[in-house]
RNA sequence: CGGGACGUAGCGCAGCCCGGUAGCGCACACGUCUGGGGGGCGUGGGGUCGCAAGUUCAAAUCUUGUCGUCCCGACCA
């Protein structure tokens, strides 16, 4: 037998650990916290990059690079933002090694070698930036600045799973400046909207727009608007955030400008930001116990055809016909794989490309050749079927559409059937507790409720979603006066 | 940082209690029969048992220390 994937119902934690490294999607490595992307899942990382970048530019922003090391004065600058990220960075203290006298073959930290000032190892980069922005910004003519980075960042996490939460994590930070209030939220709400079809058109995910309570929201900003997910095993997972950060980094950082009469005011600004931790949420949506499942329009591999034959000469009649719809196939745009692999067999080769979560495969041998037929079968549904060789591209590109509407509309399904509403707390622990998935509740508006409900019942408030109906109610928890219902579940 | 496990072949593990020739499965290489759902048979290569000290005639095994990883919790994209 090959590589065992431990089931949903069984451990969802180990189906999920199990999917990440037999997948062939990521491995743990030698640093504590810290994964190694295989190639495979870096492909798909690479996709979904390619698909943000261009929605980036689509929408006026630019990419430059910003360092990886923020002087500690810096980083300090923003109060709120330091504090909030202050208790998980890593700092870099000296910058040399040598021989250690005790201890021969081994190298220790040069003593002599300790920096006038630690460089924080950036967690999210607004210092840096803001920093740098100070010199580029003087008038309203240098406004709006729309620049997004490309990076990795630093967070020591004392508890790390793969892709969801990572010591070293890759993502993207956009980070803007703007002349007015109004023209920064618009921005804040105009890249919620993009991650929102990001997620829901290219990764078949849906997703709940809404905004944070102040509990949940960036350190740093006046407003975290976000993307929630709903996973498989009924806990949310927060799959972007946008947020609108007023002037306090403007304020921090003395960055000003001149507007048209020459007033100086403080510039408005935005960050937001996506990471790897996308893919865990790729995963925990929509695999199921026999590997992943990958959307078409990110996979890797969109198609993977697997000849069956005996002998080279009907190796040879395979090739042929199969190269052409390969050439095909790529003439589309569509990404194919022929594994014609002499060293594993036709039921290996399936096994393993569901693993892998390829969204359609092929199988193609002597029989098929007879008839002018081939197998098609998705990794979605596994349903099987044998389609007329002509015009199998076509098929097959139909096909690829219907699995992404498809898985989007399964997933969607999902998270209706876990939506729930209440207004009785032993209903609302009871409801977390069987079906987990969003319960929608009053909520008083208060930090101490929100913290006594999150100890009591393992649960946090998600967001208050955008255009939230108001109606008079009573906190769930302590029956104080509520004018709109919150949504709470508890999540990774 | 608290609690719990584990470091033995590329991977997964047994052996340790009771010290004495380092083993199994998968993977890999070669041959052969195969090939429509994780193949069969045969042959073969691969290890300073995480590291360091100690006890002993003798340590994968006992003792101490150390490093690391994973899992559960608090913190968090």
Redesign the pocket.
Same mark, same amino acid.
């Given at each position: 037998?090959?590589?065992e994937?431990t089931s949903r119902e069984q451990d969802y934690?180990q189906w999920y650990?199990d999917l990440v490294i037999k997948g062939s999607l990521a491995d @743990?490595s030698?640093?504590?916290?810290c994964m190694v992307i295989k190639p495979y899942g870096f492909a798909l990382w690479e996709n979904m990059r390619d698909v943000l970048d261009k929605m980036f530019k689509d929408t006026g922003h630019q990419n430059a690079y910003f360092p990886l090391f923020v002087p500690k004065s810096l980083f300090e600058a923003e109060e709120k933002n330091a504090e909030g990220f202050a208790?998980e960075c890593a700092v870099v203290t000296h910058y040399r090694l040598k021989a250690d006298p005790n201890n021969k073959g081994k190298l220790m930290v040069d003593p002599e070698a300790k920096l006038e000032e630690e460089l924080v190892v950036r967690p999210t980069s607004e210092a840096i930036i803001w920093s740098t922005y100070k010199g580029w910004i003087q008038s309203y003519r240098d406004l709006p600045l729309l620049i997004n980075q490309w990076a990795n960042v630093v967070?020591w996490?004392?508890? #790390?799973?793969l892709f969801?939460?990572?010591?070293e994590?890759l993502w993207q930070e956009g980070h803007t400046a703007h002349a007015t209030a109004i023209e920064a939220i618009a921005e804040t709400k105009q890249m919620l909207d993009v991650y929102a079809d990001f997620a829901e058109n290219w990764m078949a995910l849906p997703v709940i727009k809404g905004v944070k309570s102040a509990n949940e929201r960036?350190a740093g900003a006046e407003d975290t608007y976000c993307i929630e997910a709903l996973m498989q095993d009924g806990k949310a997972l927060?799959a972007g #955030?946008s947020h609108f950060l007023g002037q306090n980094f403007a304020k921090a950082f003395d960055v000003k400008f001149s507007d048209k009469e020459n007033k100086l005011d403080y510039v408005w600004a935005t960050s937001w930001g996506v990471? #790897?931790?996308l893919i865990g949420a790729l995963v925990m949506a929509h695999s199921d116990d026999?590997g992943l499942i990958l959307p078409p329009r990110i996979a890797p591999i969109q198609v993977v055809i697997v000849p069956? @034959?005996?002998?080279d000469e009907q190796k040879g009649l395979i090739d042929e016909k199969v190269l052409a719809i390969v050439k095909n196939l790529k003439a589309m745009g569509i990404s194919v794989k022929y594994d014609d692999s002499?060293?594993a067999?036709?039921?290996?080769k399936?096994?393993?490309y569901?693993?892998k979560g390829v969204p359609v495969r092929m199988?193609?041998?002597?029989?098929?050749l007879q008839n002018n037929v081939v197998?098609i079968?998705r990794r979605d549904t596994?349903e099987?079927q044998s389609v007329a060789m002509e015009g199998i591209e076509d098929y097959i590109k139909n096909l690829l559409e219907e699995i992404q509407l498809s898985m989007y509309n399964k997933a969607k399904q999902f998270r209706t059937d876990h939506m729930f509403s209440t207004d009785n707390w032993d209903e609302f622990l009871q409801l977390l507790d069987t079906k987990g998935g969003f319960v929608s509740a009053h909520w008083d508006g208060t930090a101490e409720t929100e913290d006594k409900i999150k100890e009591l019942s393992?649960a946090t408030i998600r967001c208050i979603p955008l255009n939230n109906p108001q109606e008079p109610g009573k906190c769930i928890l302590t029956g104080n006066p509520s004018t709109q219902r919150v949504l709470f579940a508890r999540a990774y």
């Open positions: 037998m090959g590589k994937i934690s650990n @743990y030698a640093v504590r916290g208790k967070r996490e004392m508890r #790390t799973r969801l939460r990572t010591a994590f960036f927060q #955030t990471s #790897t931790r026999d069956i @034959y005996k002998g002499d060293n067999r036709p039921g290996w399936f096994a393993e569901e693993l199988a193609i041998g002597a029989r098929d197998e079968a596994k099987k393992k």
